[in-house]
């Protein structure tokens, strides 16, 4: 295989490829390192932390759902002082460059988490979770109001280190994800995570009750992959020069391709964990093979490249489509 | 550490309700325990269950004419096992494993009684084994709704120096519960320790039946998983810790295997307000 750069850019911060872990998929690594290193993909994404340890909500947390799965963890966890002593200083010693994800219920909480990490070594951007809901506003999740998204922002760059990128992850839950993107993007995001979750439910029939113990939860994995494509196709078309770290139910090389065209200049792996610890090497090995096998020798080439006209595409040996469904149909009334 | 390793079903036996799979999987025999568990993937590389389905492994031999084997035992229970249950002799099927805590064993010669419920007998087999092995003096109590969901009674029968069946339509054994004979049991072979693994109400059952008599138990639990290896949160259950402080743990690496009198046995499925980091205010966070 000739080999392809797999290196990117997010907001100035190089990466040697572009394939992480997405929040809440991969606990701070530790669990995962026994499947592959954790240094050796893009960047670990933590699981959002907390100012305080966090025991999150009642079980059930999780069903299983059509190419998905739906769960309701709330956000257990440490808390930020355990997180920086034990899991942060981990992911350092192993030379990992960690995303750390915030998750906070006021504007004062998200900028106390700020401070605790700025001049801390070992972090290579942080990533606000705003899918949140806000104490202060009736539980109203912050991801879902433009302005509360963008308070919640400048509160969190105001309050790290100038060299530290902020991602703001949005929720595709929203009547305009480029509203709330414009939004984080002016109150000073260096860069935008594309998608955090979409809000289900699922309920027993047996019992006749809704099945997690939080009512609804996040749906996440295969199933909701289309609709993540499409708004980092939103976003990136409505703000081409900001960068995106896209997510959604990726499993292989092409499900990341397929984000990388629409825009975003690394991915997270995420849900697929799950059920394959070792995904994020496999999907970053299947991702150079597909940029090989379609003659791209630098993965930055085919970042919002969907976006241009099809004239200038793939060389006509590739298969576009990357399965079998190739439409010989079209194909044959395309012709002259 | 666990390892990910795709390997062949050897054998699928059905036995009553349910089968046996032995899979070669190698590396895994060597590092595994009486009480670790396997997480399996199902239904394919391109399958819409993105969730592995986790199960105890019931036999483990690192050597044999298959190289490294492993054995566990589950139910037709949805769509997942459905599909496992078809797997045939040459099947390739993804494994990860040995997981979890596996049962701790005591430093003496003393008597056990291990009880079982449905497939839950099949951590405890093995279990037996190394009991025995250490000069253990072994007992089972196992229990099913009916005869075709008893599962490991004839090998308990050869291995153990007393069995006690029961089942809940009285089709095998005495009519009844496990819990409803454990008692005089333990008194009769003057139990030191109890292993148990079933459903939970039978766990707390056994962990109250033990601690009554002041003797420590140990419980493998079951608990809904979605990754089996640590990093989804979904398979919490309330413990209190050795500082007396209730934490929701996770049963895949801090489990399966606690120690009864720990579980919060009334809090399962709860998040109790004591508990660390308890959410005290209301909120939906994801």
Known sequence: MTRVDMTTRLAGVAFPNPVFTASGCAAAGQELHAFFDVASIGGVVTKSIMLAPRSGRATPRMAETPSGMINSIGLQGPGIDAFLERDLAWLEAQGARAVVSIAGGSLEEYALLAQKLRGRAGIAMVEVNISCPNVEDRGQVFACDPTASSNVVDAVRRNTSSGVPVFAKLSPDVTDITTIARACVAAGADGLSVINTLLGMVIDTTTMRPVLGGVTGGLSGPAIRPVAVRCVWQVHAALPDVPILGMGGIRTGLDALEFLLAGASAVSVGTTVFGDPSAPVRVLRELEQALADRGIDRLSDVVGLAHRPPAARVPEDADPLGDELVPAAAAQEAAP | ?286
């Open chain 2, 1 to 286: 550490m666990p390892v990910q390793v795709t390997g062949e079903v050897v054998s699928a036996k059905r036995i009553g309700a349910y089968t046996a799979m032995t899979v070669t999987a190698p590396g895994v025999p060597e590092l595994a325990r009486p009480g670790h568990f396997l997480a399996v993937q199902v239904g394919g590389p391109a399958s819409s269950m993105l969730l592995r389905r986790a199960f105890a492994l019931y036999d483990m031999s690192p050597r044999g004419v298959y190289g490294g084997t492993v054995q566990f035992v589950f139910a037709v229970s949805g769509r997942g096992t459905a599909w496992l249950a078809e797997r045939r002799s040459g099947d390739r099927l993804d494994v990860v494993g040995p997981l979890g805590r596996p049962f701790r064993l005591p430093a003496h010669p003393v008597s056990a009684t291990l009880v079982g419920g449905g497939y839950g007998s099949a951590p405890l087999l093995p279990l037996a084994r190394v009991l025995r092995e250490r000069g253990c003096r072994v007992s089972f109590v196992l229990g099913a709704g009916s005869v075709d969901r008893l599962f490991g009674h004839l090998d308990a029968k050869r291995m153990a120096d007393t069995l006690a069946v029961t089942t809940d339509d009285g089709s095998a054994g005495e009519r009844g519960r496990v819990s409803d004979v454990l008692p005089a049991v333990l008194e009769r072979t003057d139990s030191d320790v109890v292993y148990a693994c079933g459903p939970m109400a039978m766990l707390r059952a056994v962990s109250d039946i033990a601690a009554e008599r002041g003797l420590p138990s140990q419980v493998a639990v079951e608990e809904s998983m979605a990754c089996g290896i640590g990093v989804c949160m979904t398979c919490v259950l309330p413990v209190v810790g050795d500082d007396g402080q209730t934490r929701m743990v996770r049963s895949c690496v801090e489990g399966p295997v606690f120690r009864g009198d720990r579980v919060r046995w009334d809090a399962v499925g709860t998040v109790p307000p004591d508990a660390v980091g308890a959410i005290t205010a209301p909120g939906a966070h994801r």
